[in-house]
């Protein structure tokens, strides 16, 4: 019996270590083409099939989290899920709180939208999501800053009359514009803020950090996340 039960915990034990990491990715599901719920109320988005492709080549099973942006830090940081997939910039003032994976977006362009080219972004009332390094931008501008939980109401806000513009990511407003029939355009020239795109990770996570890394790493070596950044983005799209 003794040896019945050493060989079935050494089989327990041999079993428990092939077993794949779960992770739990959070993203916010409202920024599209980064990350959005699409028809069927599922995650979608650029960043939904790069994170599976990279539970894939970690050899990870990944369940998926939908967070409000104004919270997924300290979320992750509370351990309600293991990694944020959310369009997040690294900058200085998140690295105090949490350490990122090497960048799986080069630093992309951000851009003003209000509803004439000459909208006075450096005086007037400027939108921008709370928390993101367009809110920050705009409070160091001299603008007067109007912050909003979601990326959706930035945009509201320039069509009510309650802002002059908005700032955001391009890849974002790109859309947005496209789609207004000339109701919303471009103000003044786009800039990169940020030093790049990338998990957001716990800092005491670095087994977890470098298991991402070695699979961004990978995608970069290879040129499947430069395809993947293209499927999504548009062939202007900035690459690695």
Not at 203 to 228: C, H, P, R, V, Y
């Amino acid at each position: 019996m003794k040896k019945l039960l050493l060989a079935a915990a050494i089989m327990a034990l041999t079993v428990g270590a092939g077993a794949a990491q779960t992770v739990r990715l959070a993203t916010e599901g409202g920024y599209p083409p980064y990350n959005f719920i699409n028809d069927k109320g599922e995650i979608d988005g650029f960043e939904r099939e790069l994170g599976d492709e990279l539970c894939k080549r970690m050899q990870a099973d990944c369940t998926w989290v939908k967070n409000d942006w104004d919270s997924i830090i300290p979320n992750l940081v509370s351990s309600n899920y293991d990694a944020i997939l959310a369009g997040m910039s690294i900058n200085d003032e998140r690295k105090k709180v949490i350490q990122f994976s090497d960048n799986y977006l080069p630093p992309v362009p951000s851009a003003y939208v209000g509803l004439t080219a000459d909208a006075d972004v450096k005086g007037g009332v400027v939108a921008a999501q709370t928390s993101t390094i367009q809110a920050a931008r705009v409070a160091e501008s001299g603008a007067t800053l109007l912050e909003f939980a979601t990326p959706d109401e930035t945009v509201a806000a320039v069509r009510n009359g309650q802002a002059v513009a908005v700032l955001a990511d391009k890849d974002f407003l790109n859309q947005i514009v496209a789609d207004s029939n000339g109701e919303l355009v471009f103000v003044g020239d786009e800039f990169a803020l940020g030093e790049g795109i990338a998990v957001g990770l716990r800092q005491s996570d670095n087994d977890l950090k470098a298991k991402f890394d070695g699979a961004i790493q990978e995608m970069k070596k290879d040129g499947s996340l430069n395809t993947m950044i293209k499927k999504w983005f548009g062939e202007d799209a900035r690459v690695f």
